[in-house]
């Protein structure tokens, strides 16, 4: 710790920190643009200003940008001293210049970091009269809008889509005094994060699209702390509603797993809340036209529960506690886990490896320290998008230590180390068959089939000490990357392996552990992280259950005749004629779902179910750490929680299991107690009889208004505002307005910080752990000495079989995730989905012309897709995009053959 003197006042402050981070940590209002906690200082907007002394006898100083100076003992700083703050006051009128004063119409008025700074100079009128320079704006995309008239040169847009997150279409142009941040010519940025920029930029030139079209002041939604649902990592987000309708994501800070940033699929594939698809009213079959009260459905069901034969499918996209009630409704042994055989095989070895293995897996923040990185078959960028993000920080931490070592720099003097660094990248190698976003990165690439790549990785694994059976055979080639991937693994410090679910190949997942529990045992740290399939895939694991193919037995054996369904296209779990074969046994369909898809139309109960907007629940990201999101707003009709319905059936069913469960507490409590496993989730978040100063935590603004209005076609009466009986939020802006329990917080405000910038009043330290610890408890820690042995079995190496095709799945950010296409913008950047990639001899082979309509026989369904050259793809390897909308194939891989003038399936 260093002493420092500001204004004369002593504090204790890091070293290795800069001035502008001491002053900001110390709760100092001290204004600033450039400078980003993640991004680090350039020292451009020369608007944190202050005065520096040389010893206390210094009376004159000099002015200096707080971001570019070190924090060092003893030092003597002022923040109020009158140069320097006339100083920033000038800075400022210099950068608002050619501003528009238009903050009434835009779109970041209220909620603008701009507004925040030059209140906090003192700057409130405009010197300048004359013509203002202006700008042409451009069209980027579906997601973000474009008004250069409004940058004052802060560069972080491209500091962050450039340098942070490897962007190669968003770039500064300058001439003479005209500086202009854009793409060369209109069109969609590319970056998978490039929503984000909203975020970064200080004023409006970057705003989110999709909150213009239903466009509303930010200080006037309703706000909850909530988790993304898009992929396994977790990331945390606060929620936005107004007028009964999800508005906006944006991102919630949480220092051990997102940080400061989100993908783009998290952020705006949240329109299947407002879809017009929705479930909204419970229906039954037949029963006038399928309307009927809600307490006459709950009766019926409960009556079709009551003899015992039903049968509940879970889901891997619903919380915990609606899972949980499923269970208890139908009984532990009736519970069937609502995966495809490919997704739960891979989720339960995850969890064998991650409940038994010795090596610890990261978060996204701990893998962004890793020295070195080994991939093996992941694309990262469409699975894992924000472990990707964490990836490309990881692979500049070798020659960013090495340059700050070498010319004595710190880490957030970006520009500097950055100049040092030049092009040097730390170790990455990538084993996956076909190219990543992550390969213009990589110290060393590797394409083949998925069983030759896990052979390599299996190699690999024996080199380092790891016992293997069975013969290695490599080729010249592979030995050689199998040589060099081993000495950097036992060079780095901090190696981080990564695998999961991405080519559908388990050995993958089984060849990752084995090397990181053989270096762990050579006296490494590695860190072992695994994908998984879906945001509850691991918690639903954990829950335990039957296999979903298990059920059609059940079904055909007579033990059941009904099934329960919760959040879950079946049709997206198996073949379209095992899931018609399911339904033609089942006397009764009960599906509690908030989307009307193909398994709603086979239902003869339909019961409406909240989105994670609408609902709170628990659920587990691929790390093992559970996290709670809270409901947002309370939706109109008879939509509510999963696991209410579930409660209220087995109330009027008299199911003794569920009997005193009334309240998300309640629920909670039975869980953790039936499941020891889950047992840390009872301490996940204050409970609902928590309050602060005697008052509950607000959802809304304390500027939030239009209450009556927006009800005045109802009534011209304030209506009473919901009770929140589950948690210790309001549906209110009334409430306690100081700081929140960081699982409580709704959104980041602070007295003079009323954009995304306030979070750092909340932090214990800049870019840190929020105040009493970020949000989430770990499930599963590392077994000291491992319960589980080494992956021995080595897969034979990959032959193509004449005639045959092994069809391989291939995932895309935009499109494979079932919810976030029923947003438009997601749906306008997803791949054309009816496209077979092929090697181009098979297609030779095969006689097929490249870019014609093909049709191919999948399991008795017919496909008409086009046959496109893939140059990566090995002989006999062909691949599929996954999330197929209206697939009937959904289990890939599979291995098809070809048969006469068409192509049929071998099962």
């Not at 080519?503 to 050579?522: E, F, P, R, V, Y």
């Amino acid at each position: 710790m260093a002493r420092i003197f500001i204004d004369n006042t002593p504090y204790e402050v890091k070293e290795g920190k800069n001035l502008l981070e001491a002053c900001l940590q110390l709760g100092l209002d001290l204004p600033y643009f450039c400078w980003h906690p993640s991004l680090g200082s350039v020292g451009a907007c020369r608007q944190c200003a202050i005065k520096s002394f040389k010893d206390e006898d210094d009376k004159k100083g000099r002015i200096v940008m707080s971001c570019m100076e070190p924090v060092r003992d003893n030092m003597r700083i002022s923040v109020n001293d009158s140069e320097a703050t006339s100083f920033r006051e000038h800075v400022i009128g210099w950068l608002m210049t050619n501003h528009p004063h238009d903050c009434a119409v835009c779109d970041e008025g209220g909620s603008c970091h701009l507004q925040d700074m030059t209140v906090m100079t003192g700057h409130s009128y405009r010197d300048y009269r004359f013509t203002k320079r202006t700008y042409h704006n451009q069209d980027l995309g579906p997601f973000l809008n474009h008004e250069m008239n409004r940058c004052i040169q802060c560069y972080r847009c491209v500091r962050f889509y450039k340098d942070y997150a490897g962007g190669k279409d968003l770039n500064v142009f300058a001439a003479h005094n005209h500086v202009y941040f854009g793409r060369q010519q209109n069109g969609t940025l590319e970056s998978e994060f490039s929503g984000n920029l909203a975020e970064v930029c200080p004023t409006g030139v970057f705003t989110d699209k999709t909150l213009k079209s239903h466009y509303t002041r930010k200080w006037d939604m309703t706000y909850a702390p909530s988790v993304c649902q898009g992929c396994s990592l977790g990331c945390n987000i606060s929620a936005g509603e107004r007028y009964g309708s999800l508005r906006q994501i944006v991102n919630r800070y949480n220092g051990e797993v997102n940080g400061y940033f989100l993908c783009d699929r998290g952020r705006y594939g949240y329109e299947f809340v407002n879809s017009s698809q929705r479930i909204v009213h419970p229906a039954i079959r037949p029963h006038h036209n399928g309307s009927a009260s809600r307490e006459y459905i709950i009766g019926e069901v409960a009556a079709r529960l009551k003899n015992g034969k039903a049968i509940g499918i879970g889901s891997p996209r619903a919380s915990l506690e609606s899972n949980f009630t499923l269970r208890q409704l139908v009984g532990a042994e009736h519970f069937y886990l609502g995966m495809s055989d490919t997704d739960h095989d891979h989720t339960s070895l995850a969890l064998k490896i991650l409940h038994g293995g010795p090596v610890r897996t990261p978060s996204l923040h701990e893998a962004e320290t890793a020295d070195m990185v080994l991939i093996l078959g992941e694309d990262l960028t469409n699975t894992a998008p924000m472990l990707a993000l964490a990836v490309r920080q990881a692979v500049r931490q070798v020659p960013m230590n090495e340059a700050m070592q070498q010319v004595h720099l710190a880490a957030w003097q970006d520009a500097a180390v950055r100049e040092a660094m030049q092009e040097a990248k730390g170790p990455l190698f990538i084993l996956h068959t076909f190219p990543t976003s992550l390969d213009e990165l990589a110290t060393g690439i590797h394409r083949d089939a998925p069983d030759n790549l896990a052979r390599i990785a299996f190699a690999i694994s024996r080199a380092l000490g790891a016992p293997v059976n069975g013969s290695l055979e490599l080729g010249e080639t592979e030995q050689a990357l199998v040589n060099d991937i081993t000495a950097a693994l036992k060079a780095a410090k901090r190696p981080l392996i990564i695998a999961g679910y991405g080519t559908g190949c388990d050995h993958m997942m089984k060849a990752a552990a084995n090397i990181s529990w053989a270096l762990l045992q050579g006296g490494g740290q590695p860190m072992l992280s695994l994908t998984l399939p879906e945001c509850n895939s691991l918690g639903l694991e954990m829950l335990g259950g039957h296999r979903f193919d298990s059920a059609l037995a059940a079904l055909k054996n007579g033990e059941a005749d009904t099934l329960v369904v919760l959040e879950n296209d079946l049709y997206r779990r198996a073949d379209k004629h095992v899931i018609d074969e399911l339904f033609s046994y089942a006397k009764d369909v009960i599906l509690v779902d908030h989307l009307y898809n193909q398994t709603a139309e086979n239902a003869t109960v339909l019961l409406p179910a909240g989105t994670f907007a609408e609902a709170d629940g628990t659920i587990v990201n691929n790390e093992g750490r559970a996290q709670r999101y809270y409901q947002v707003y309370v939706p109109k009709g008879e939509v509510q929680e999963s696991w209410k319905w579930f409660l209220q059936i087995g109330e009027k069913a008299g199911v003794q299991r569920l009997h005193g469960l009334h309240n998300l507490d309640d629920v909670v409590w039975a869980m953790t107690t039936a499941i020891p496993a889950l047992a840390p989730i009872a301490k996940l978040a204050p409970n609902a009889d928590f309050r602060m100063a005697g008052q509950k935590i607000p959802r809304e603004p304390h500027r939030y208004s239009g209450r009556t209005a927006m009800l005045a076609n109802e009534s011209v009466n304030e209506p009473r505002p919901p009770e929140d009986e589950d948690t210790p939020l309001s549906f209110t802006m009334e409430g306690y307005r100081g700081e929140a329990p960081a699982p409580l917080i709704p959104f980041f405000w602070a007295p003079g910080w009323n954009s995304p910038q306030a979070v750092n009043k909340f932090q214990s330290e800049i870019g840190g752990h929020l105040h009493g610890g970020d949000p989430g408890k770990r499930l599963l820690e590392p077994h000291v000495n491992g319960s589980i042995p080494f992956f021995t079995e080595v897969p034979q190496p990959y032959l193509s079989m004449p005639g045959h095709l092994h069809v391989m799945p291939l995932y895309s950010i935009f499109g494979s995730e079932e919810l976030s296409m029923y947003t438009k913008g997601i749906a306008q950047r997803a791949q054309d989905f009816f496209v077979i990639y092929m090697n181009p001899e098979d297609i030779d082979e095969w006689n097929i012309t490249p870019g014609i309509w093909v049709n191919f026989h999948i399991e008795g369904h017919a496909y008409l897709m086009v046959a496109v050259p893939n140059h990566w793809l090995p002989r006999g390897i062909a691949a599929m995009n996954a999330g197929l909308p209206k697939s009937q194939i959904i289990d890939l891989p599979q291995c098809i053959r070809f048969s006469g003038s068409e192509v049929t399936s071998t099962f």
